[in-house]
């Protein structure tokens, strides 16, 4: 269940590809990029993403300016406050500011977010250049490696991992890219392996260019855009196995605010305050959602398989 | 209308009253909560007064015989054994099954079980005569003898039964001498020395232990064999009010009526344990009568009263939730901070007590104002009191030269005033205390950092490897006063609970003394003097005396749950019967 | 050719499964350092008997043979009479290659019991869920095919990307909230909340589907916005081919059309899909037992890993290992059997 590439199969009713008009030659890069702008609804999401993160860097001073609290002010007498004009979303269960800590659970789930699919990209990446570019023996022990760490499932290296880890973002980032760079090392291998039987590989070898040279040169940017394919998608999943793990009680604890724990802690208390379970609950459906379009906005433009 | 109706009535009403205020108050947000926490405070006097549920003045004129109730709770058995019980859940059904000699009654009294009478001790203090009831059966018809209460103490302190590895193995070889089964319905206990506590502790099952085993069935085992066998849970043999049905792993326990108890047969056909989520969805599940009984979460206790379907009872219980520091120096560093009593004595100064039980436990709560429970009979209110007072713990730690730093955090000879907090994970409660706590400390100068972490290992760190800075946690109490396992100097590590290595060989010598002395006023001006003692020294202070919280369905009659028949002692059990009979 | 496929692959796996019971091996050690399990149901003991409790639970030994223990190499070798090899091995009991998972180290039930237990709970909620998600997957992709470009088909299609992007645990929560709460409150016919079934008057079909209907709603969300999706892909590209062209212009009529030639090819390649999800069978519903209560094998491995229960994690794991790459398999044959174009290598 937790999102081991099977989110990809979408296609925006905008964004179908068929029936454009064929410009002159233009660089793969630049012309992906085009189409990506053409997105209207893409670019919303993206937009979106960016002042959230925005957001996320510039909480302290937020905090400061806009909403005047700390997130870790407890204030027990106005515990369990409903939305008003002191806390205009109301507090929680010690009376501290919900909107301030769902400003800072920002950074946790954008910080988690894009480090632990970063950490995926370069691992898994690293690993399928390697296993498809050098094959034989080298392909099958990574292969097998991979297949080992994809057999488990995801969310049992997750409880253990996070026993064995004090959870913070960075640790946490870790834990969840551990898991996922296997599938960007199988889709990264595949992509090599198309791509190393081309005459401009084969030529490039055969005047003797070096092995690092070769891969870090030629291959890599030929396979870059489904790595970033496949970092556009993953962002959305890392932000929901986050929150899961918070909420199951293995990730950020309090007070630290994420927007996970803010959930598990509110779960208790739904029945007495359900505004406490909705507004996190929404801030993460809202990221995961303009993750998600921005990721198959993304998709549409750059993946060259659907050229 | 029975006189039973009446105060059911009354209470019903009082109920109502209480919610319009607490309600009222609430949304007011103002300082009505005093208001609140006094009527119900008061409240609780008075239902005590009027009886409500407190299992004497169970009738059962009407009841009807047949059908079931449905107990909710969020664990699942651990063990059913009384040789291996360890919870209060496990406990709750294990007592159901079995029979200890005695019971407690709702005032902590002992009250005859299997025995006819509770026995009054020699006059040297060491010898228990027990007469069983005649004609007593287990549940494959055998009778139950003398000899098979022998057996099942023989296997708490015999030599020949140590592999058994029963839980209270350690305190059993220490205060039983010898078991004997002088004819088949005389049982006579011998114990080492004089122990007050004795009758408690081993013969009433509410520290768990007690419950008489089928020597017939049991002896065929190895010692060795025992802790992991399958009647552990699934008892084959048993002479309680019910006998197992099934346990569906994770999900439910059934019971079902024993024809055979030697009280008669009780009203109900069948009792189960279900497994729920939460004590949250408790009230859920109660509203919509998926169970008939539960213990509820404080923050919906409020909202319960709402249900046209379902009674609430509430009571101060036999328990406490309080912290530990660390005083042990060859443990943590932590500990050169906690020695100092007057950082003890700030940090408990810096508490608003009444707050927390007001916020933290949504009022159903109260300060607590000495080291035991306001429910013990022993309970005394020392004269040294720590009032809430800000402005006197920063002076307190001033003067003893902590010094805040540019950073607000106080330190003194290089140690900087800040140690980690620790509590069980997934209470709740316990979880919210713990940031409340840190950051009214945070006001005075101390820097904490909470923790939660899973029970087992929170047990195994307060009374095996003791590597904590500081604990809070929460204490049941045994229908007796003794504070030997909490304060004790031998109680140290080893699985006792003197978690923060707490030596006085005064409190050593009063402990001592608490439990020889056999006259209950006697023994209360020891403990009187304890309590002054531990409330000076504050090696482990209480925070507040949470409130136990059932909710019952309106269908289900006569289950007088107080503070000392929550679990396994429920000595009006057997008058429990459903009105709709199903 | 089967055969050798199905012999080429089962040999491929043995070392994947190997490799997943030392990674989850060395992880649960080092996660519980020198913890001894199941102390808590027993905690007045002395340092001589926590000493001896690890000493019969084998956690003194060094690691290495405590891996060979359980796996039952241990086992082989004393029956060859090389016991002693084994530093300090003693009353060796059966390992995983003679088909054990030994006892639990909380509770000493045995592990394979409680796994065989609690198993059918959660294959009944993962393929309920599977199969919820088919039988409404199909007519809204289809409905949004038919009716491509309209208001529908738009809403459909933001429902479809709004599933994926809803956290699992959240909307356990909100549905119980409105089914169970709520309605009841209202007195509207409400939903159970939590466990499989009523007891003492529950246990009927209709009961236990009752207790099914939410968890598996919240499980089936997921696959539902993916694959409605993609059987609305699928139809159009079906709906465009030659074939049904013909059979139009052969003067069938538009809902034979549909069904008969639409329906039935656009939904075969959906099989696929649904073997992706077989290797998550037992794992993917964690979260949805840990909020539903749902007495199942995830909510399981997720309690005994944090009482550090060692042989049952390691048991369960494995398990659900064999299962993930016994459902890569099945998923492949599905996929292989479904389009003819893949050859099997």
Known sequence: ?307 | MGRRDVSENEFADFERFLNAWSRRDFLRGMGGSLAVTTFLAGGMELLAACGGNSGSQTSTQNAKRGGHVVEGNPTDIANLNPLYINDVYSQTIAYRLYDALLSVDNQASLVPNLATDVPKVSSDGLSYTFKLHKGVQWSDGQPLTADDVAFTYQLMYAPEWKGAKARYRPQAEQYIQSVTAADPQTVVIKTTKVFAPFLITFCTGTSGTGGILPKHVWEKLKPEAMPSSEMNNLPTVVSGAMVPVKWDKGSQYVIKRNDNWFRGKTYIDQHVFKVTPSFVANANLLKTGEIDIGIVDNSVWDDLANSQSVNRVAFTRPSYDYYLHNLDGSRTPKAAIFGDSQVRKALYTALDKKKIADKVYFGQATPADSVMSSVQWAHTTPKTQYPYDLAKANKMLDDAGWKKGPDGIRSKGGVKMEWELRTNAGNAVRETLITVLADQWKQIGANVATKPVQFPQLVTQLSQTRDFEMILLGISENADPDLTQNYKSTSIGNGALNGSGYKNPEIDSLLDEGVQTVDRSKRKDVYAKIQDILMQDLPTPLVTYPKGLWGISKRVQNFGVGPWTQYGARPWYKDVYVSDGK | MLLRFLLRRALAAIPVVVGVTLITFLLMHSAAGSYVPGLSLNPNLTPKDVEQLRSELGLDQPIYVQYLDWIGVAWIMQKVGLAGVLVGAHGITPGLLQGSFGHSMVDGTAVGGQIFERLPNTILLTLSAILLGVLLSIPLGVMGALRRGSNLDHFFSFLSIAGVAIPQFWLGLMLILIFSVKFHDWGLPFLPSSGTTTPFTGGDLLDRLAHLVLPALVLSFFYLAIWSRYTRSSMLEVLSQDYVRTARAKGMSERRVTYLHGLRNAVIPLVTLVGLELPGLVSGALVVEAVFSWPGIGLLAFQRALAYDYTMVLGIVTFAAVLVVLGNLVSDLLYAAVDPRIRLQ
């Not at chain 1, 979303?89 to 800072?104: K, P, S, V």
């Open chain 1, 1 to 307: 269940m937790i999102g081991q590439g099977a989110a990809g199969e979408f296609e925006l009713p905008e964004a179908a590809a068929e029936g454009r008009a064929r410009r002159p030659a233009q660089s793969f890069w630049s012309a992906s990029w085009e189409e990506l702008r053409e997105n209207r609804i893409g670019m919303v999401a993206g937009v979106f993403i960016l002042v959230l993160a925005v957001i996320a860097i510039s909480a302290p001073l937020l905090a400061q300016l806009v909403t005047h609290y700390q997130p870790t002010r407890q204030d027990l007498d106005s515990q369990f406050q409903p939305p008003d004009a002191r806390h205009l979303l109301g507090a929680d269960e010690t009376g501290r500011d919900t909107l301030t800590r769902l400003i800072y659970g920002a950074q946790i789930s954008l910080g988690v977010g894009f480090l632990a699919v970063a950490l995926q990209l370069v691992v898994g990446g690293g690993v399928g250049l390697l296993a498809g570019y050098y094959g034989r023996w080298v392909d099958e022990l990574l292969m097998r490696f991979v297949d080992m760490v994809l057999a488990i499932p995801a969310i049992f290296l997750f409880i253990l991992m996070s026993i064995l880890f004090r959870p913070n973002a960075l640790t946490l980032s870790v834990i969840i890219a551990s898991v996922g760079w296997g599938v960007v090392a199988r889709l990264v291998r595949g992509e090599v392996l198309s791509v190393k039987n081309r005459d401009f590989v084969l030529a490039t070898r055969s005047i003797g260019a070096g092995d690092a040279r070769l891969i870090l040169r030629h291959l890599l940017p030929n396979v870059l855009p489904v790595i970033v394919v496949a970092a556009s998608l993953g962002v959305g999943a890392v932000i929901l196995v986050e929150a899961a793990l918070d909420f199951l009680g293995l990730g950020i604890h309090p007070p630290t605010p994420s927007w996970g724990n803010m959930l598990s802690h509110a779960e208790t208390y739904y029945h007495h305050s359900p505004y406490l379970v909705i507004f996190p609950g929404v801030m993460i459906f809202l990221t995961v959602l303009a993750a998600n379009i921005f990721g198959n906005a993304v998709r549409d433009a750059f993946d060259p398989r659907l050229r």
